[in-house]
């Protein structure tokens, strides 16, 4: 038992990641997709795509309807590859559609976040989170944000129970027409100014759902976002460093 412990340790270095917005991630992870503008047939790229994320003329993958699948990179080698590249969150849906030959990172345009976010939450900030029909795998990785490893309330940035103590919303899932009034709810009980945050492919775009009679995403239509965490499930390191670059005063 405690040679195992022992053999964790050695592996890790240190029992927390003591700077997480610098971690090189082991195994299969698929980040930032990395298109070539090589000349490939569109039709057949874009025809094997489960959910319509990739477009033709130019080639691109929109990381808001993207699931990971890999059956891209699989079919089309030299043409699309996942590099490991973690920070895909932003707050402009547009930054998540990744063209071919676009090599910059996805980033945060800093003009768009409010003032009052960096004001009020850049160092602490509590957040609700609603599985809207979500699947459970989102939910995981956001409930491993708080583990030993990510431990993102070192941060001051901690999941709460009751809406009227938080300061925004995470929403996972679809949002399925018998979940969207307690989307609402929650989001009405707490108290402004207060953010919304999209973790997941389903909860941006509706990812394999999308187009489902059984889904009511009008709430999303009536106010900002202000984060995409993209990813099928995100990896914890995403919402982390997506929250962290959305709360957190640039130095000048
Ligand atoms: S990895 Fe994403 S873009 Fe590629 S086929 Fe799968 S869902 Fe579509």
Redesign the pocket.
């Known amino acids: 038992m405690i040679l195992d412990e022992l053999t964790i340790f050695k592996q890790h270095g240190k029992q927390f990641i003591p700077d997480v917005t610098k971690p090189v991630l082991p195994g299969p992870f698929k980040g930032r997709p990395e298109l070539t503008l090589e000349k490939v047939d569109e039709e057949a790229l874009a025809s094997?795509?489960?959910?319509g994320?990739?477009s033709k003329a130019p080639v691109s993958?929109d990381l808001g309807?993207?699931?990971?699948?890999?059956?891209?990179?699989f079919a089309f080698p030299s043409k699309?590859k996942f590099t490991k590249d973690y920070k895909i969150a932003t707050n402009v849906r547009e930054n998540l559609i990744i063209k071919a030959g676009d090599l910059e990172p996805v980033s945060l345009d800093e003009s768009k976040i409010r003032k009052e976010i960096q004001t009020l939450f850049g160092r602490s900030l509590k957040l609700r989170e609603i599985s809207a029909a979500g699947a459970n795998a989102d939910e995981a990785e956001l409930n491993a944000c708080g583990n030993v490893n990510f431990d993102m309330g070192r941060f001051g940035i901690e999941f709460l129970a009751s809406p009227r103590h938080c300061d925004g919303i995470v929403i996972t899932g679809p949002i399925s027409e018998n979940m969207a009034e307690a989307v609402q709810i929650c989001y009405d009980a707490i108290p402004d100014p207060k953010l919304i945050i999209l973790v997941g492919s389903d909860a941006i775009s509706g990812g394999i759902h999308s187009g489902s009679k059984a889904l009511q995403r009008s709430f999303l239509e009536k106010y900002p976002i202000d984060l995409y965490v993209p990813g099928n499930p995100p990896h914890p390191l995403t919402f982390v460093n997506g929250v962290l670059e959305l709360i957190r005063k640039r130095e000048k």
């Open positions: 094997l795509c489960p959910t994320a990739i993958i309807k993207c699931i990971m699948c890999g059956e891209c990179a699309i």
